[in-house]
T-cell receptor
Framework: DAGVIQSPRHEVTEMGQEVTLRCKPI?????LFWYRQTMMRGLELLIY????????DSGMPEDRFSAKMPNASFSTLKIQPSEPRDSAVYFC????????????FGPGTRLTVT | DQQVKQNSPSLSVQEGRISILNCDYT??????FLWYKKYPAEGPTFLIS?????DKNEDGRFTVFLNKSAKHLSLHIVPSQPGDSAVYFC?????????????FGTGTRLTIIP
């Protein structure tokens, strides 16, 4: 298995632009998570899905952020409009619907908003 | 409010010696704890976990200790090797809010000195 795949690996955009991050989870995994990593707050859970259904989006910072999972093999995290404070590394992770609740992370997308 | 705290942002240890990374949590409903390891430009990878019914779990050079009364866990690496240089994240979850949802600490950067 190729593991969790994220694209792009790096994204540089100007303030106000729309940004779309993409994730392909490990085949057969039932859960998909989006995290944001910053120096100050470490790894923050933004939203997660179970069987393509959003379960908890309480970590999404504001309405500028949205996430979708149209099928079991694809998810997107969209920021519109982007702001400089959104600059961070965004990780996608997936997990099977059984213990021991080990999440598998993708390599991350480093987003820079200027 | 950080429910999982890693108060040491960095730690340097001589090769061959013991590395001890610490983690504190505030939510008494957490009952499952994990350590993840992260290399630069990669996603975190699962290292070791422990359930609250245990106070110790060992896997090769890695041992995790849990002190429930103190709400404290630690990761011991013996002996430390140069390849152990990475950022280590402590994470916690609980049955009451879905074992799949992890709360991460801010990480400790471990540097092994050859």
């Amino acid at each position: 298995d190729a593991g969790v795949i994220q694209s792009p690996r790096h994204e540089v955009t100007e303030m106000g632009q729309e940004v779309t991050l993409r994730c392909k989870p490990i085949s057969g995994h039932d859960y998909l998570f989006w995290y944001r990593q910053t120096m100050m707050r470490g790894l923050e859970l933004l939203i997660y899905f179970n069987n393509n259904v959003p379960i908890d989006d309480s970590g999404m910072p504001e309405d500028r952020f949205s996430a979708k999972m149209p099928n079991a093999s694809f998810s997107t995290l969209k920021i519109q409009p982007s702001e400089p404070r959104d600059s961070a590394v965004y990780f996608c992770a997936s997990m099977a619907d059984r213990g021991p609740y080990e999440q598998y992370f993708g390599p991350g997308t480093r987003l820079t908003v200027t | 409010d950080q429910q999982v705290k890693q108060n040491s942002p960095s730690l340097s240890v001589q090769e061959g010696r013991i590395s001890i990374l610490n983690c504190d949590y505030t939510n008494s409903m957490f009952d499952y704890f994990l350590w993840y390891k992260k290399y630069p430009a990669e996603g975190p990878t699962f290292l070791i976990s422990i359930s609250s019914i245990k106070d110790k779990n060992e896997d090769g050079r890695f041992t995790v200790f849990l002190n429930k009364s103190a709400k404290h866990l630690s990761l011991h690496i013996v002996p430390s090797q140069p390849g152990d240089s990475a950022v280590y994240f402590c994470a916690a979850s609980g049955r009451n809010f879905g074992n799949e949802k992890l709360t991460f600490g801010t990480g400790t950067r471990l540097t092994i000195i050859p």
